[in-house]
């Protein structure tokens, strides 16, 4: 920045572009914002489902079940190529990146390279991929999530605390929460949820650094994009797994295209993603599986997975289920939302920054 200001070369071009983004901020800051509606009246406005016992599939195991040294070569077949091609900076859909004019060319190079290093991946063994999943019994109690330890129904192992979307949008719009997908206790209904964590990245570091010692960046860069792959990969074919052992995935017939397109009943969203934005969730996954013994994945401070190649959340099967953003909350949810998790205001507000819909100073 002094630099710029003290070039008679780049001040000019430096102080129009500064005053361009202070205007950008001002006319953000002078928008009116969405109006919210209260937490009672969002609650009020929860997503309609009319429970049904029909729509209540009941798993064939409940508790949790671990998956050591996973055949790589089983969840090549489930990989979604295109966003490997997003990590290169390479904007299109494969297959029909090969296609392109402009990047055809250099995606199919990237592709059969790609290809090459992965098949030295699976024949010498050269990352594991590990995964833990559970089924628990559970129902809704408002906003919050009951597992219970057994089908008594009659002890709370824990809870996932879920947050509400409050924007007024059109004024008739439900305000969806995950806890929706779930019975509620007073149904009667005997639901079910499920948590898992899966990971591609163990022996990724060991490997990383060999390409570096041997100055080779690019297969370094190349075997992280293809665990993180692989990640997803298993995610995806362990969630195929889960709805068949939970009954309601066992007349899919699904291509590896309809997978992709999530053509399939039930969710799987995460903590720190739109339709749940708090992190601290997978806190509560990680105790729930002890994830870490089981699989080596460890949460750091900020509650991001190490080794990055992983991915964790929550299993939903209600036929009607489905994702969607939170978006902007009011501070009556943030202070309930706080009473029920044990953490101060001041807490919530933090790990929420980017959901509130007001200014917390």
């Known amino acids: 920045m002094t630099t710029s200001l003290l070039s008679d070369e780049n001040k000019a071009a430096f102080v129009t572009q500064l005053r361009l983004d202070y205007a950008a901020v001002r006319k953000a800051h002078a928008n009116p914002k969405q109006p919210m509606v209260s937490l009672s009246e969002a609650r009020a406005r929860r997503t309609p489902i009319e429970w049904k016992t029909e729509d209540i599939a009941t798993p064939s195991f409940t508790g949790v079940r671990v998956l050591d040294s996973f055949p790589l070569a089983e969840l090549r077949t489930y990989i979604d190529w295109s966003p490997f091609f997003h990590t290169w900076e390479m904007k299109g859909v494969y297959p029909r990146i090969f296609e392109d004019e402009r990047q055809g060319g250099q995606a199919r190079q990237l592709f059969a390279e790609a290809q090459t290093l992965l098949d030295r991946i699976i024949d010498e063994n050269l990352l594991t991929a590990r995964a833990v999943y559970g089924l628990f ?128 009943r039930g969710i799987r969203p995460a903590p720190g993603y739109p339709a749940c934005p708090d992190h601290t969730e997978k806190g509560t996954i990680w105790r729930l599986l002890d994830v870490e013994a089981k699989t080596g994945i460890q949460l750091t401070e900020s509650f991001a997975m190490w080794p990055g190649s992983s991915v964790s959340g929550f299993y939903f099967a209600h036929p009607e289920s489905r994702y969607f953003a939170v978006g902007k909350i009011d501070r009556d949810q943030v202070a309930d939302y706080a009473e029920r998790k044990g953490m101060s205001i001041t807490e919530v507000e933090r790990w929420l920054g980017p959901n509130l819909g007001y200014d917390p100073r």
Request: charged letters at 30%.
């Open 137 to 264: 019994p559970a129902n809704a109690v408002g906003d919050d999530v009951e597992l219970y330890t057994d089908d008594s129904r009659a002890t709370v192992q824990t809870k996932f605390y879920f947050l509400r979307q409050q924007a007024n949008r059109e004024g008739s719009e439900p305000c969806r929460s995950l806890v929706d997908f779930i019975a509620p206790k007073e149904t009667g209904l005997n639901d079910s949820i499920g948590a898992f964590a899966v990971t591609s990245g163990i022996g990724l570091k060991e490997l990383v650094e060999k390409f570096k010692a041997q100055n080779d960046d690019y297969n370094a860069i190349m075997a992280e994009a293809l665990a993180d792959r692989l990640a997803e990969a298993f995610a995806e074919c362990l969630h195929k797994r889960v709805r068949q052992e939970w009954g309601y995935g066992c007349p899919e017939h699904l291509s590896s295209d309809d997978l992709i397109a999530e053509k399939y």
